[in-house]
Each structure stands twice: as C-alpha cells, then as structure tokens.
C-alpha cells in the first residue's frame, strides 16, 4: 500500500520545508523503532521524549519523508536542508504534528471509520465495563462489532491484546481498518481523556458518545495539571459527536450537559427522575447462580425490568448507560435483557462459577478508592464474610500499600495479604508496607507471599454464603518479579482451586 505524500496532508496547512512532496511513502510512524525505507516519520512529543531528536536515526533507516512542528528548534533550517539534500529526504512542517498523525492516517487506510457505527465512552470509571456491556448487547443483536480497550481489542471476534487504551492514531486507524476488512459493522470503544487531548481519535466521528464520570485520577505532570484541565480533555469528544449521552447524576454531570449541548443532541442517565434513562427501582437477586440487580427501567426506547449479572449501584450505571446506547441505535429491548443477564467482563467483577455455595470475584481494584468502593458494594450482597486477597505492585506508591492495607482491614472479614507484581522489589517489603494498613484497623489477616496459595487458602477457607474477592490484578495474565515474568491468571487459579476440591469431594 503506498501513497504520494501530497494524498496523505490532504488539506492540511503545512509548509514545504525541502523535498518532493510527490514522494511516495508505504508506511507511517511515530516510533523511531518502527521507521521503514520509503515510509513516513511524524515528529511526536511523547510524555519524556522528543520525537523530533530520532530524525537522524529515521534517516539512516530510509524514510521519505519526515513531519515536524513548525515550531521545533533543534535543528535550524540550514540542517535540515543539508539532511535532506544528503538523503534525499523532503521535510514538511505543519502547527500540530498530532494533528497531522490522525490525519494523515486516516487517509492512508482509505477513512475506514466512515463504514462502522462509532461509539465512544469516556469518563474516570466504568469505561471498560460499559464498553463490554455493549458489545455483548450488539452481540447478541446479530450485529457484527468490534471493540477498543483497556483489557483487550477484539477484531473480527478475535481477541488481541491491548497496548493502550485509546491506541495512537495510526495504530487506532489500521485497527479500524482491520474491523471494516472482516465485516465489521460498528465499533465501541474506550476514549481516554490522553487519547483526546493528545488528537489520537481526531477526525473520527462517533454516532454516540457517553461520559460516565469524574474522579480525582490522571492528574500528573505527565497526564493532566489538574482536574479542569482533565475534564477539558474529556468534553472534547462532544465537538465530533452526533448524539451525546450523559450520567447526569455525577459530580459534573449537569457541567457536562451543558458543553454538550452546544454541539449535539443529549441524553442522560443515572437514577435521579429528570434523567432521560434510569431506573426507578432496584433489587439485590441471585439468578442462575449470579449475583446481579434487577432494576426497573424506564426510558425513552425501553420500559421494563432488567436484570444485570454483575453486582453493584456502579454496574446499574454502566448498564443504564449500555441501555441508552442501545436504543439509539435501535436494538430490541429483549436482546438488551439477554445480554446484560449473562455480560462478562474479563477482570470487572469477574465470577468464577463453582458449586461450593461461594461467590468468588476477581477484580481490577488497585488503589484504596476503587478497593474501598467494592468492598463497600459487595457488603451490600454478601450474606456471609467478605474475605479479601490483595497485594500492591512493586517499584509502584509506597502510600498506596498502606491505604490499601488500611481499607482491607477496616471492611473485610478476613483478608489474605499477597503478592501482585513486586517486580524489583522484596515482596515481604511490600506486605510489610501494606500491614501498617492493616494492623491499626484491629482487622484480621493471614500474610502469604505467594499469590497461588493465597488464592488456594481464602477459597478453602470460605463457606457456603462467604464472598472471596480477588483484588489488584484482574484482567492481567501475569506476574512480574525480579528476575523472571510468569504467566498467572487470578481468575484461572481460582478456577483450578474450585475444579480441584470438586474433584476431591466427588472421589471422597
């Protein structure tokens, strides 16, 4: 697949700097690793590193053409006509190479967006929960859908392991690309506030987008400088939106609506009477062996009960949410309650099925915030002892093992003090930091290293009615030391343990 140079800028406001811009190119990149003869080299300025200082290396690797900042400064024009005279290499510079990434992707691989129904969700949390959600909703519709996040990328139905959670530009576009080449008709996907700001989802426009909340997350110097500039990130999806959905219930819920309105219709959700989709009541219920809510909905496209199979007011937003999209874009309401009965998401809340009477659930929660409100959650469903297998990272927030600590021992019955990813780190260390937490709490623990055993123990300890939660890696199919990386599922293990005590039983 080439181009000419000149088809990719399109109408992009660019400069001619040295060079043809007839020059033909096969491939584009941001990354000097990936630089090819005969493609395209787009100068980035990453979190730590400038792009634009690998110009020499991407030369020596063959590229046609390079894009730079109108604005970059280490090299001046006399060097950089030299480099091109010598490599026969042209040069353009353009106002926002960012920008000019999107762009230039989308052309390249023939603005594959414009065949698939495009759905964005963006907000703090519940991104990936909803996003499956809805897969699994158009799924179950017959609708042929992709999906782009943090777990994972499915395309064509083939599930690819995710880098990012929004990818950049030219990844995003040949990802879309892949989904429009095997049939897809639609793709969800999780929009980050980086993602928006940094032009990685630019001239992509999304027939629904969701925001579903705010909360004191990504605010770094190498993220976002405070809480308006990541809400500023975020409200940009609106700008290239037809409709806009809404949880009118959160903290800028009504801020949001209001931005949002100036570019798109809107619709919102949550359970307060004025939202368009909500639900009026709800209902703590096992079904089929799932823990779940029964909630009555009402909204403009469905009116009626739905069950959700997962636990939690949280998950009664992010399926309100689903629910919403899924009108819009004129889904049968009875294939809505099929999928939101049995939805899964890998790491959210996941159950691992057994006949031991034990709700077992492995969980993404990684910092004390998002222990503390599963926790929380979970109290509200369990009939019997909250039992809590947990570890912080290594070379990770030494304050965070603590606050963990702290939140594990105040709420669980029992909690298992483990590993997770102590990579250069002694993992006693980390267990160590994290029972200061505890121990003040007067909660009890039983501190094992090793995160199989741990697993193995909290299932053996539970009865029937007791809730083993599984918290800090979720979705992640490994573990990482010091010297070596492992494969380790949390929600395989505990599998294994159940499939293991079965087998025992049924022999004894």
Same mark, same amino acid.
């Given at each position: 697949?080439?181009?000419?140079?000149?088809?990719?800028?399109?109408?992009?406001?660019?400069?001619? /700097?040295?060079?043809n811009p007839d020059t033909e190119?096969?491939?584009?990149?941001? *990354?000097?690793?990936?630089?090819?003869?005969?493609?395209?080299?787009?100068?980035?300025? #990453?979190?730590?590193?400038?792009?634009?200082?690998?110009?020499?290396?991407?030369?020596?690797?063959?590229?046609?053409?390079?894009?730079?900042?109108?604005?970059?400064?280490?090299?001046?024009?006399?060097?950089?006509?030299?480099?091109?005279?010598?490599?026969?290499?042209?040069?353009?510079?353009?106002?926002?190479?960012?920008?000019?990434?999107?762009?230039?992707?989308? =052309?390249?691989?023939?603005?594959?967006?414009?065949?698939?129904?495009?759905?964005?969700?963006?907000?703090?949390? $519940?991104?990936?929960?909803?996003?499956? @959600?809805?897969?699994?909703?158009?799924?179950?519709?017959?609708?042929k859908t992709g999906l782009i996040?943090?777990?994972?990328?499915?395309?064509?139905?083939?599930?690819?392991?995710?880098?990012?959670?929004?990818?950049?530009?030219?990844?995003?576009?040949?990802?879309?690309?892949?989904?429009?080449d095997t049939g897809s008709d639609?793709? +969800? @996907?999780?929009?980050?506030?980086?993602?928006?700001?940094?032009?990685?989802?630019?001239?992509?426009?999304?027939?629904?987008?969701?925001?579903?909340?705010?909360?004191?997350?990504? /605010?770094?110097?190498?993220?976002?400088?405070?809480?308006?500039?990541?809400?500023?990130?975020?409200?940009?999806?609106?700008?290239?939106?037809?409709?806009?959905? +809404?949880?009118?219930?959160?903290?800028?819920?009504?801020?949001?609506?209001?931005?949002?309105?100036?570019?798109?219709?809107?619709?919102?959700? #949550?359970?307060?009477? %004025?939202?368009?989709?909500?639900?009026?009541?709800?209902?703590?219920?096992?079904? *089929?062996?799932?823990?779940?809510?029964?909630?009555?909905?009402?909204?403009?496209?469905?009116?009626?009960? +739905?069950?959700?199979?997962?636990?939690?007011?949280?998950?009664?937003?992010?399926?309100?949410?689903? /629910? =919403?999209?899924?009108?819009?874009?004129?889904?049968?309401?009875?294939? +809505?309650?099929?999928?939101?009965?049995?939805?899964?998401?890998?790491?959210?809340?996941?159950?691992?099925?057994?006949?031991?009477?034990?709700? =077992?659930?492995?969980?993404?929660?990684?910092?004390?915030?998002?222990?503390?409100?599963?926790?929380?959650?979970?109290? %509200?469903?369990?009939?019997?002892?909250?039992?809590?297998?947990?570890?912080?990272?290594?070379?990770?927030?030494?304050?965070?093992?603590?606050?963990?600590?702290?939140?594990?021992?105040?709420?669980?019955?029992?909690?298992?003090?483990?590993?997770?990813?102590?990579?250069?780190? !002694?993992?006693?260390?980390? /267990?160590?930091?994290?029972? !200061?937490?505890?121990?003040?709490?007067? $909660?009890?623990?039983?501190?094992?290293? *090793?995160?199989?055993?741990?697993?193995?123990? =909290?299932?053996?300890?539970?009865?029937?009615?007791?809730?083993?939660?599984?918290?800090?890696?979720?979705? %992640?199919?490994?573990?990482?030391?010091?010297?070596?990386?492992?494969?380790?599922?949390?929600?395989?293990?505990?599998?294994?343990?159940?499939?293991?005590?079965?087998?025992?039983?049924?022999?004894?």
């Open positions: 697949m080439t181009h000419t140079l000149r088809s990719l800028i399109g109408d992009l406001n660019y400069r001619l /700097i040295a060079g190119v096969s491939q584009i990149s941001y *990354d000097s690793r990936q630089a090819s003869p005969s493609g395209v080299f787009v100068c980035i300025h #990453g979190h730590i590193v400038d792009a634009h200082s690998y110009i020499p290396e991407v030369i020596s690797k063959g590229v046609s053409a390079v894009v730079i900042n109108n604005d970059e400064n280490l090299y001046d024009r006399d060097q950089i006509l030299e480099m091109s005279k010598e490599s026969d290499v042209t040069f353009i510079g353009v106002d926002d190479t960012r920008i000019a990434l999107a762009k230039m992707s989308i =052309a390249f691989y023939d603005h594959p967006a414009s065949s698939l129904q495009m759905i964005g969700i963006t907000g703090t949390k $519940g991104k990936t929960t909803t996003t499956y @959600m809805i897969y699994n909703i158009f799924a179950e519709a017959g609708k996040g943090t777990i994972a990328n499915i395309i064509g139905g083939e599930i690819k392991q995710a880098k990012r959670t929004t990818p950049e530009a030219v990844d995003l576009q040949l990802i879309l690309k892949e989904m429009a639609s793709c +969800v @996907m999780e929009v980050s506030s980086l993602g928006l700001a940094f032009g990685r989802v630019y001239g992509i426009d999304f027939q629904v987008s969701a925001f579903t909340n705010l909360y004191p997350d990504h /605010i770094s110097a190498a993220e976002h400088a405070d809480m308006k500039e990541y809400l500023e990130a975020k409200l940009l999806i609106f700008k290239q939106s037809k409709n806009a959905l +809404v949880n009118l219930d959160c903290s800028v819920g009504r801020e949001v609506v209001d931005f949002a309105r100036d570019h798109c219709p809107v619709y919102t959700y #949550g359970l307060s009477e %004025e939202c368009d989709c909500r639900a009026v009541s709800e209902i703590h219920i096992v079904r *089929d062996g799932i823990n779940g809510t029964e909630i009555e909905l009402r909204s403009p496209w469905y009116n009626g009960t +739905v069950f959700i199979g997962l636990p939690g007011r949280f998950n009664i937003y992010n399926a309100l949410c689903a /629910i =919403a999209i899924s009108g819009l874009s004129g889904i049968p309401f009875e294939e +809505v309650r099929r999928a939101l009965a049995k939805v899964a998401v890998p790491g959210r809340l996941q159950n691992v099925p057994n006949h031991m009477g034990i709700t =077992a659930l492995v969980d993404y929660a990684h910092n004390a915030a998002s222990l503390e409100i599963l926790l929380d959650t979970l109290r %509200e469903y369990c009939t019997g002892r909250l039992i809590t297998v947990f570890g912080c990272g290594g070379n990770r927030s030494g304050t965070r093992r603590t606050e963990m600590g702290r939140v594990a021992g105040r709420l669980s019955d029992l909690t298992f003090v483990t590993s997770d990813n102590p990579r250069d780190e !002694e993992p006693m260390e980390i /267990i160590n930091a994290i029972l !200061e937490g505890i121990i003040p709490t007067g $909660g009890k623990f039983i501190v094992e290293p *090793d995160r199989k055993t741990a697993i193995e123990k =909290a299932i053996m300890e539970a009865a029937p009615g007791d809730f083993v939660i599984i918290a800090g890696k979720g979705h %992640e199919n490994y573990q990482i030391f010091k010297d070596q990386v492992i494969h380790f599922d949390d929600a395989e293990t505990a599998a294994e343990v159940f499939s293991r005590i079965t087998d025992k039983r049924d022999r004894g």
